[in-house]
T-cell receptor, first 113, second 112 residues
């Protein structure tokens, strides 16, 4: 099926450090992107989104960067906490009226104490 | 907080049996999605509806899967007959005009 690729399947960082999760998306026409967090046994949880007319958006401890030139998306988490340990997915919303949210394979983030 | 409700939470069934999964989207959301999650394929979009009308079900095996929205408060995903390869976690999500995608907790299906 359709997919959005991720550079790294796993990432380990020390508690308190910053983490960066990367994502390469496939469709240059996609106009909306979302990062989700999924904890074991739960559904994906919305973290932050960004539209294609922006290149950066900040939330609480999280920042999403969008580089349309190279079709790259990243999620930065500042001052990581044990509760940040989860699988993180990027998703792109296919444009042209399709409104289809297509997910990448996910990156497992582990926060070491 | 508004939430998407899925039932059942877990389902174990024998191969060949019919399985029906249900989803109650967030009130007011006009778009409903069905996803399937496996270790091998990740999150795959199976089908989605806008204002109860099916817009795209190209990700769904047509011979055994069917998705419907009998009304604005209920979406169903049916598998008949079920096969072991259908074992996965099935998620429903709802959104309003392409924003605010919210996922349910999923139905874990095991076909033996």
């Amino acid at each position: 099926g359709e997919s959005v690729g991720l550079h790294l399947p796993t990432l380990s960082v020390q508690e308190g450090d910053n983490s960066i999760i990367n994502c390469a998306y496939s469709n240059s026409a996609s106009d909306y992107f979302i990062w989700y967090k999924q904890e074991s046994g739960k559904g994906p949880q919305f973290i932050i989104d960004i539209r294609s007319n922006m290149d950066k958006r900040q939330g609480q401890r999280v920042t999403v960067l969008l580089n349309k030139t190279v079709k790259h998306l990243s999620l930065q988490i500042a001052a990581t906490q044990p509760g940040d340990s989860a699988v993180y997915f990027c998703a792109e919303n296919m444009a042209q009226g399709a409104q289809k949210l297509v997910f990448g394979q996910g990156t497992r983030l582990t926060i070491n104490p | 907080d508004a939430r998407v409700t899925q039932t059942p939470r877990d389902k174990v069934t024998e191969m060949g049996q019919e399985v029906t999964m249900r989803c109650q989207p967030i009130l007011g959301h006009n778009t409903v999605f069905w996803y399937r999650q496996t270790m091998m394929q990740g999150l795959e979009l199976l089908a989605y509806f806008r204002n109860r009308a099916p817009l795209d079900d190209s990700g769904m095996p047509k011979d055994r899967f069917s998705a419907e929205m009998p009304d604005a408060t209920l979406a169903t995903l049916k598998i008949q007959p079920s096969e072991p390869r259908d074992s996965a976690v099935y998620f429903c999500a709802s959104a309003l005009w392409g924003r605010g995608y919210t996922f349910g907790s999923g139905t874990r299906l095991t076909v033996v």
